[in-house]
């Protein structure tokens, strides 16, 4: 029987604020662990992949904190929030001023998570579906919470992000210290100290940077 996401979502989420974004409600689950193992065990038949969009990851957490203490950074802007997941990105990019926001996650269930949550905030934007990754420039701004965990993505993702750069866009990463991470490619902006789920995470707190890619001169 198909699962139909949006009854999942309310009947597995409480409405939380993230520790680190209080100004900001979404749909989380309160008891990690215990959705990740109960998605685990009925994966194959609900068909639902592993909920990413219910929880608030360091990288973007630290990523919707600086953009709310620095809404100049997108404000009346275009903007992409990559691999979107909840939507909480996106939802700290309207809040600080975005002419245009699109979250785009190749998970279906996000496009749910993130049109609840954007409920919850009071804001609207676009979600896609599709792969963008390698796609030409489309916004000002491309916003990347927690995207370097995997070898393999990364390496994908980094022609992508300086081919963005090249064109003109500035691109945003929220980091926890992922072993991909190449930090050596770009600038830091800020860094907070983010409250984490453990049953996540190898600790109770992230050192979280939110970086901008590329070398800044001047």
């Given at each position: 029987?198909?699962?139909?996401?949006?009854?999942?979502?309310?009947?597995?989420?409480?409405?939380?604020?993230?520790?680190?974004?209080?100004?900001?409600?979404?749909?989380?689950?309160?008891?990690?662990?215990?959705?990740?193992?109960?998605?685990?065990?009925?994966?194959?038949?609900?068909?639902?992949?592993?909920?990413?969009?219910?929880?608030?990851?360091?990288?973007?957490?630290?990523?919707?904190?600086?953009?709310?203490?620095?809404?100049?950074?997108?404000?009346?802007?275009?903007?992409?929030?990559?691999?979107?997941?909840?939507?909480?990105?996106a939802i700290a990019a309207k809040l600080a001023g975005a002419?245009?926001?699109?979250?785009?996650?190749?998970d279906p269930w996000s496009e749910t998570a993130a049109r609840?949550?954007?409920?919850?905030?009071?804001?609207?934007?676009?979600?896609?579906?599709?792969?963008?990754?390698?796609?030409?420039?489309?916004?000002?701004?491309?916003?990347?919470?927690?995207?370097?965990?995997?070898?393999?993505?990364?390496?994908?993702?980094?022609?992508?992000f300086e081919a963005l750069e090249r064109a003109g866009a500035?691109?945003?990463?929220?980091?926890?210290?992922?072993?991909?991470?190449?930090?050596?490619?770009?600038?830091?902006?800020?860094?907070?100290?983010?409250?984490?789920?453990?049953?996540?995470?190898?600790?109770?707190?992230?050192?979280?940077?939110?970086?901008?890619?590329?070398?800044?001169?001047?």
């Open positions: 029987m198909k699962t139909d996401p949006e009854s999942f979502i309310r009947a597995n989420t409480d409405v939380l604020a993230p520790p680190h974004v209080p100004e900001i409600r979404l749909h989380l689950a309160g008891e990690a662990h215990e959705l990740w193992l109960k998605t685990e065990e009925e994966l194959e038949r609900i068909g639902l992949p592993p909920p990413f969009w219910a929880f608030a990851w360091a990288g973007g957490q630290g990523l919707a904190r600086y953009l709310l203490d620095h809404p100049e950074t997108v404000r009346g802007r275009r903007v992409i929030d990559f691999a979107s997941g909840s939507g909480l990105v002419d245009e926001v699109v979250a785009a996650d190749i609840l949550n954007a409920g919850l905030n009071g804001v609207s934007f676009a979600f896609t579906g599709d792969d963008i990754v390698g796609s030409e420039r489309a916004a000002d701004v491309y916003l990347a919470g927690d995207v370097f965990y995997d070898k393999s993505f990364a390496d994908l993702l980094l022609p992508w500035v691109v945003l990463v929220g980091d926890p210290g992922r072993a991909y991470c190449p930090r050596g490619r770009m600038t830091d902006l800020a860094t907070y100290e983010v409250p984490v789920t453990r049953a996540l995470e190898d600790s109770e707190v992230k050192r979280t940077t939110v970086w901008r890619f590329g070398t800044l001169t001047g």
